[in-house]
């Protein structure tokens, strides 16, 4: 079975600087996708990035991006000029054919003005 | 373009009542799948579905069940609710072909409380 883990429950930054969220997951398939999702207190749940387990290119989108390690099973999201609508609880999700999401215990991010 | 959407957003049961939530997909999406998120936890996939048919299922007890409907809304039905019934319901629809895989977008929600 697939796992997911996300080994800091909580993390905190200044606005307009840069923090890095960790998951690392477990699985025996080659052909996957992993996903970050934000979750606000409306709780929401809402996509912020997808990467594809057969790119080596890493994903990117505006000021989010992540380091996709295949071998090492690792996939951490990196946040650029973090702002105040920033802070939530970030969860790091597997999904493979069949489309069942596995995900992470979360990370709550907290954004200090 | 609608997004997903669900109702109710909250939701108040007693032990041992039915109850049923439901989904509207996002336009031009085929699949519907269920989540249960606990308070403090990530979600958990109940089951899935795809034009109409149950299409993979997670490990809940037989009194969680589903439907699809031909517009590809979708319930979600709990019989004999339990206490470890409370937690946030999503729902969260995607274009599947069937066997692929393509991003999953979440509805706001049902928070469901039983006492």
């Not at chain 1, 200044?14 to 979750?39: G, H, I, N, P, R």
């Not at chain 2, 109710?8 to 799948?33: A, E």
């Amino acid at each position: 079975a697939q796992t997911v883990t996300q080994s800091q429950p909580e993390m905190s930054v200044q606005e307009a600087e840069t923090v890095t969220l960790s998951c690392t997951y477990d699985t025996s398939e080659s052909d996957y996708y992993l996903f970050w999702y934000k979750q606000p207190p409306s709780r929401q749940m809402i996509l912020v990035i997808r990467q594809e387990a057969y790119k080596q290119q890493n994903a990117t989108e505006n000021r989010f991006s992540v380091n996709f390690q295949k071998a090492a099973k690792s996939f951490s999201l990196k946040i650029s000029d973090s702002q105040l609508g920033d802070a939530a609880m970030y969860f790091c999700a597997y999904e493979t054919s069949g489309s069942r999401l596995t995900f992470g215990e979360g990370t709550q991010l907290t954004v200090n003005p | 373009e609608t997004g997903v959407t669900q109702s109710p957003t909250h939701l108040i049961k007693t032990r041992g009542q039915q109850v049923t939530l439901r989904c509207s997909s996002q336009s031009g999406h085929n699949t519907v799948s269920w989540y249960q998120q606990a308070l403090g936890q990530g979600p958990q996939f109940i089951f899935q579905y795809y034009r109409e048919e149950e299409n993979g299922r997670g490990n809940f007890p037989p009194r969680f069940s589903g439907l699809q409907f031909p517009n590809y809304s979708s319930e979600l039905n709990v019989n004999a609710l339990e206490l470890d019934d409370s937690a946030l319901y999503l729902c969260a629809s995607s274009d599947d072909q069937g066997a692929g895989t393509d991003t999953q977008y979440f509805g706001p929600g049902t928070r469901l409380t039983v006492l």
